[in-house]
C-alpha cells in the first residue's frame, strides 16, 4: 500500500484492541499497525516494561516493518513512547529513519505526569493481592470516560484487557515510567505533530498539554474531543480518527527523506557521529533572520536563486546561510581582503541594493546580468559600509561556493544526486569501506538502497 504507515501505541492497561473503532474509522486509505506493547494484551508474559526497554522495542517493530515513511499514535502511556522514539527517529537512533509525523492523544507528557498521589495510590493499590478485580478494572475505565455512552462491548474488552496486563507492568508504569522526566531525551522535535485530547480530561487535557506537551511540539494544533474523558479514542473514535486522517494526509509524501536512503543513514555502515550530522541538517533554518536583516535576508534568496537555480531539492538556502554565518559556520576560510564573513555578506548584499536597488523584481537574465557585471569586476561602490568592485567579485564567489557547499551538504541533496561516499564504515572496529571501485559498478549495498521506489523518479 502507498503511503506512510502508522503506528499505534495504547495506553496502560489497554491493548491495540482500543484503536478498533478508530481504525474502523480510518478505513482503508490509511496502513495502520496496532501494537501490544509489553506487558499488556498479547505480550502481557514480556519483561520488557521499563520506558526505556518498551520504546526500543516499539522502534525495533519499526525497523521490522522497513516503511518509507511512517507515523506513530500514542494514547496515553503511549503517548510518551512515542515522544521519546519520534526523538530517536529524527537523531537516528536505535536504527530508525526520520518519521513523517507524529499524534498524541491524551497523552502521558515527556516531564512527570500530572496525576495526583492519591489517584496513583489507589491505582497501585487494586493489584495488592496479585490480580486486579473485575470491578476495579471497571472502575479504571469508567474514571477513564467522560459518561456511559460507550458501546457495551467495547467497554468489556477494555476491562479485559485491563485484567490481562501485567502487574509489574502497571506498577513499573506508575512507580517509574509515568515519574521519568524524558524532555531533555525528547527535546524540541521538528516532526510534525498534532495533539489530540478529551475535552473533559482532568490530567491531560489541553491545559497540562499546551503547559507540557506543546513546548516539545511547537506549532502543533491541539483538538478537543467533546464528549470524551481521558479515553477519548474509546468514546468518540470517528472524531479521534477524524484529527489523525486528516494529519496524515498533510504530512503524506513529505518524509524528510527517501526511505532507502534513510535507511542507508540508519546503518551499521554509517557511525553515530555522522548519522547525527547529517540527520541535524534536516531541521529548518526558521523565518527570523539572524546575522542578516529581514532586507538584505530577501534580497539573498534572489542572487542565491541565479547562483545556484536548485532542482529536484529546494532548500532555503538564504535562511541556511544566514543561520550559519551567525553562528560562525561557514567553510574555514575567506578572502584576505574581505572582512569577516558575516559582515562581508552583509556589505556585498548593501553594494547589490545601492547599486541595483530593483534586483529582486528584475527578471532572471537583467538579474544575470547585474551578476555578470559584479564577476567582471565591474560594479562595487566606494562607500561606507560597501564593497570595491575587486572584492565585490571576490564576495560573489564566496556566495558561488558557499551556496553550492550547503546545497550539497544536505542529506536531501546528496540522495538527489545518489551520493553515499559517507557510507564507507561504521563504528566497528573494522570498518566496511569499499571493495568495488572501478566506474560504473556498486557494491551490493549500494544496489539495495540506488533501486528504492522512491528514487526512480
Avoid: C
Amino acid at each position: 500500500m502507498g503511503g506512510p504507515t502508522l503506528f499505534l501505541l495504547h495506553g496502560l492497561g489497554l491493548s491495540s484492541r482500543s484503536w478498533d473503532g478508530v481504525v474502523a474509522a480510518l478505513g482503508a486509505g490509511v496502513e495502520v499497525v496496532a501494537l501490544d506493547l509489553p506487558g499488556h494484551g498479547e505480550h502481557a508474559a514480556s519483561s520488557a516494561i521499563t520506558l526505556q526497554e518498551s520504546a526500543e522495542w516499539v522502534a525495533a517493530r519499526i525497523r521490522e516493518r522497513e516503511p518509507d515513511e511512517w507515523l506513530v499514535a500514542g494514547h496515553s502511556m503511549g503517548g510518551k513512547i512515542a515522544a521519546l522514539v519520534t526523538a530517536w527517529g529524527e537523531r537516528g537512533e536505535h536504527g530508525l529513519i526520520p518519521p513523517t509525523g507524529l499524534v498524541l492523544v491524551d497523552a502521558s507528557t515527556p516531564s512527570p505526569e500530572p496525576m495526583s498521589e492519591q489517584r496513583r495510590t489507589a491505582m497501585e493499590a487494586w493489584w495488592a493481592d496479585g490480580t486486579i478485580s473485575e470491578a476495579d478494572a471497571a472502575a479504571y475505565i469508567a474514571a477513564n470516560l467522560a459518561g456511559p455512552a460507550v458501546p457495551e462491548g467495547v467497554r468489556a474488552t477494555a476491562i479485559a484487557d485491563v485484567r490481562r496486563t501485567s502487574r509489574t507492568a502497571w506498577l513499573e508504569w506508575l512507580r517509574r515510567g509515568s515519574l521519568e522526566d524524558r524532555s531533555a531525551d525528547v527535546g524540541v522535535l521538528r516532526t510534525p505533530a498534532v495533539v489530540i485530547v478529551g475535552a473533559e480530561d482532568p490530567d491531560l487535557g489541553a491545559p497540562n498539554q499546551e503547559r507540557l506537551t506543546l513546548p516539545h511540539v511547537p506549532g502543533a494544533p491541539v483538538h478537543e474531543v467533546d464528549g470524551a474523558g481521558h479515553d477519548a479514542l474509546l468514546e468518540q473514535p470517528a472524531e479521534v480518527a477524524r484529527f489523525i486522517a486528516g494529519h496524515v494526509r498533510e504530512v503524506a509524501g513529505r518524509a524528510p527523506l527517501p526511505g532507502a536512503f534513510a535507511r542507508l543513514i540508519a546503518s551499521d555502515r554509517v557511525s553515530a557521529r555522522t548519522r547525527r550530522v547529517m540527520l541535524a541538517r534536516l531541521g529548518e533554518p526558521g523565518d527570523a533572520p539572524r546575522a542578516l536583516t529581514p532586507a538584505q535576508r530577501s534580497l539573498l534568496g534572489a542572487v542565491l536563486a541565479r547562483v545556484l537555480p536548485q532542482r529536484g531539492v529546494h532548500l532555503d538556502l538564504a535562511g541556511r546561510i544566514d543561520a550559519a554565518l551567525a553562528t560562525g559556520g561557514g567553510d574555514g576560510w575567506r578572502y584576505a581582503e574581505l572582512p569577516p564573513d558575516a559582515e562581508a555578506w552583509r556589505r556585498g548584499l548593501d553594494t547589490i541594493a545601492g547599486e541595483v536597488p530593483d534586483f529582486g523584481v528584475l527578471d532572471a537574465a537583467a538579474q544575470d546580468a547585474v551578476l555578470d557585471r559584479i564577476d567582471a569586476g565591474a560594479l562595487g561602490s566606494d562607500a561606507e559600509g560597501r564593497l570595491t568592485a575587486d572584492r565585490m567579485t571576490l564576495w560573489l564567489r564566496d556566495v558561488q561556493a558557499e551556496a553550492v557547499r550547503t546545497w550539497l551538504a544536505h542529506p536531501a541533496a546528496q540522495a538527489w544526486i545518489r551520493y553515499d561516499g559517507f557510507a564507507d564504515g561504521g563504528d566497528n572496529e573494522r570498518k566496511q569501506g569499499f571493495t568495488t571501485t572501478h566506474a560504473g559498478e556498486w557494491e551490493a549495498w549500494q544496489r539495495d538502497w540506488r533501486t528504492g521506489k522512491e528514487l526512480q523518479a
